[in-house]
């Protein structure tokens, strides 16, 4: 078993749609990171978060380290929003990943 | 800025040559990483570094080397390149162990 799962694995949602992706992890972690990697390849760092929910823009992330899962929201889902979202976990110097959940926003 | 930058973007090598991968970041970032990217699997770590001289094991170090002789600048050696080393790699920087990493746009590397 992976040390971070994510769910769903692929994701497809009509424009304006309140989508969410979930991130779980079996081992204690300081801080969790959430990435997007566009269609052309390049990623993007868009949270840490160790407690709580941080909200940027259309994107809210939220965390329960006692339960070890979080969670990425997207609010009024457009086109553009379509790319690869990453959960990763902070373990001493390095980051671990989950595999991904691929996001298709269709128009 | 160019933030992190990688060198080539692509490459086709035959089963045995070398090559080297660059990464250069002008953050003055003291940690930096090397990933490579497979289909349906996550990013795994190869090898990353905490500072300039030195360098550490990540999941997968096999069959790479790497060297950090200077701060802004991270290398990524195969000395015998297999077939199973074709793969997109990463390079990513940092100021510290948990703040956020700053990617490379990537290197596609294909082996024959």
């Known amino acids: 078993k992976n040390e971070v799962e994510q769910s769903p694995q692929n994701l497809t949602a009509q424009e304006g749609e309140f989508i969410t992706i979930n991130c779980s992890y079996s081992v204690g972690i300081s801080a969790l990171h959430w990435l997007q990697q566009h269609p052309g390849g390049g990623i993007v760092s868009l949270f840490m978060l160790s407690s709580g929910k941080k909200k940027h823009g259309r994107l809210i992330a939220t965390i329960n380290i006692q339960e070890k899962h979080s969670s990425l929201h997207i609010t009024a889902s457009h086109p553009r929003d379509s790319a690869v979202y990453i959960c990763a976990v902070i373990r001493g110097n390095k980051l671990v990943f989950g595999a991904g959940t691929i996001l298709r926003v269709k128009s | 800025n160019a933030g992190v930058t990688q060198t080539p973007k692509f490459r086709v090598l035959k089963t045995g040559q070398s090559m080297t991968l660059l990464c250069a970041q002008d953050m003055n970032h003291e940690y930096m990483y090397w990933y490579r990217q497979d289909p349906g699997m996550g990013l795994r770590l190869i090898h990353y570094?905490?500072?300039?001289?030195?360098?550490a094991k990540g999941e997968v170090p096999d069959g790479y080397n790497v060297s950090r002789l200077k701060k802004q600048n991270f290398l990524l050696g195969l000395e015998s390149a297999a077939p199973s080393q074709t793969s997109v790699y990463f390079c990513a920087s940092s100021y510290s162990n948990w703040g956020p990493q700053f990617f490379g746009p990537g290197t596609r590397l294909t082996v024959l």
């Open positions: 570094s905490v500072g300039e001289g030195t360098t």
